[in-house]
């Protein structure tokens, strides 16, 4: 199946995918920021499916730690067939309020982030005229959400970066597709106040949080041969919240 690489993996929905990956038969790069040993975990319990998986620490606003970990990467493992951009923070703070540096840590992270490793990894697919890429955007992308202003930006930068490429590396048989998940239950998402996750399952038509498995079934649709005509999409998964 080739090489899978997952940033963000060592926790929540990136910890999901990798599993999953790993379950579909790739061998899989789990990448995080600090959460070495967490990734250490998720890359065992992936092992048990009978593949490769190896933990990589780097900053994904990084520039040249991408290109120095991909190549890496490369070398031991072979040219990825599958990169999932999942690795993202949140700053929250309402827009007049908000730090200059809280937006620049979110937009870093999450948009350059994706941008640097698709454009790294992506140059690879290219010149093996295959693979995919799923990036993680979220639905406050399209609808936008108070407090999170930085974050709203940086996953509708996402979704423009996703529609892009995939139009640059379609001729070459390189896909790239984005998630839009809702409410998942996550680190992320358990820091939030009482008060704001009772607002947000009101808005939920299916009144219950998702999974991050349930974000990890559609990354490995979108990665694998049976989305092989789709590219360019935004794919929403938040119980009919939006
Ligand atoms: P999470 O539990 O907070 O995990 C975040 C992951 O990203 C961790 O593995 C973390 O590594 C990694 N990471 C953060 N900054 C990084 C950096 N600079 N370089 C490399 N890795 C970095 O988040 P989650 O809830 O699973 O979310 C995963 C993705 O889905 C994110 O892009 C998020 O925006 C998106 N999303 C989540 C939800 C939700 O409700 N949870 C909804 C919509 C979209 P360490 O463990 O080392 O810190």
């Not at 048990?48 to 520039?63: I, L």
Request: proline residues 2%.
């Amino acid at each position: 199946m080739g090489v899978a690489i997952v940033t963000g993996g060592s926790r929540g929905i990136g910890a999901a995918i990798s599993e999953k990956l790993a379950k579909d038969g790739y061998d899989v790069v789990i990448n995080c920021a600090s959460s070495v040993e967490k990734a250490e975990g998720v890359a065992e319990k992936c092992r048990a499916h009978g593949v490769k998986a190896v933990v990589k620490q780097w900053d994904v606003a990084d520039y040249a730690a991408c290109e120095a970990a991909v190549k890496q990467i490369k070398e031991e493992l072979g040219v990825p067939a599958v990169l999932v951009n999942n690795a993202g923070i949140t700053r929250d703070g309402l827009l007049v309020r908000m730090k200059p540096d809280q937006f620049d840590a979110v937009v870093s992270t999450n948009l350059k982030g994706t941008f640097n490793m698709t454009q790294i990894v992506g140059a690879m697919m290219l010149r093996a005229k295959a693979g995919s890429i799923v990036s993680l955007s979220s639905v406050v992308g399209i609808s936008g959400n108070a407090g999170q202003a930085n974050y709203a930006a940086s996953k509708a930068g996402v979704i423009g970066l996703t529609k892009s490429a995939a139009k640059e590396l379609g001729a070459r048989g390189v896909r790239v597709n984005a998630v839009a998940p809702g409410f998942i239950e996550s680190d992320m998402t358990d820091v939030l106040p009482e008060d704001v996750k009772k607002g947000m399952l009101a808005q939920i038509a299916m009144k219950r949080c998702g999974r991050p498995e349930e974000i990890a079934d559609i990354v490995s649709f979108l990665a694998s041969d049976a989305a092989s005509y789709i590219t360019g999409q935004v794919i929403v998964a938040d119980g009919g919240m939006l």
